[in-house]
């Protein structure tokens, strides 16, 4: 590998760890409207399967969303009044083990997350592996698919009512 494909390569490994720093940070604060603005306008999923291996066209998923239901679901979390979210959880979630591939022009992104959630002097715990696929957009990207797969998928669990 060149120098010049070296500094490329991490340049592109800064850009999408930072972007998804960014898609947390706007989850964990409830700024829905600019968390949507990071999907792209077609041809999107949002998934977080009930089991490791699942297949959706034969299962039900905890979330299985194209870009029409999740700017539903977008619009329900901005209504302030869905009560499983009244007063909203407060949210923290770590990111690691980013790794980074590519596929006809799209960008995958598998990295684990632990997430925090604070609700009614609860605290919870979430954990799992979610898989971005992302497409450039500028000098950015926007999100094509997103799966979040928990650690406890196939257990029940208890009220998802916030974005993961």
């Known amino acids: 590998m060149t120098t010049a494909t070296l500094e490329r390569t991490a340049l592109s490994a800064a850009a ?20 949507e603005a990071l999907w792209a306008d077609e041809d999107t999923l949002y998934w977080v399967p009930r089991r490791q291996g699942a297949d959706p066209a034969r299962e039900v998923s905890y979330v299985y969303d194209n870009r029409a239901r999740l700017s539903s679901r977008i619009r329900q979390l901005n209504t302030g009044v869905r009560h499983s979210q009244a007063p909203q959880s407060g949210l923290r979630r770590l990111i690691s083990n980013i790794e980074i591939g590519e596929n006809d022009g799209e ?24 898989t971005h696929v992302l497409v450039p957009a500028g ?26």
Do not use: M, P
């Open 16 to 35: 999408v760890e930072q972007f998804l720093y960014l898609e947390a940070r706007l989850q964990d604060e409830h700024r829905y409207d600019e968390w």
């Open 107 to 130: 960008v995958e992104v598998q990295s684990n997350f632990i997430l925090i959630e604070s609700r009614r002097a609860n605290l919870t715990t979430w954990a799992g592996r979610t």
């Open 139 to 164: 000098d950015s990207f926007r999100i094509r698919r997103k799966t979040v797969v928990l650690v406890n998928c196939d257990e029940a669990i208890d009220n998802l009512a916030f974005l993961v």
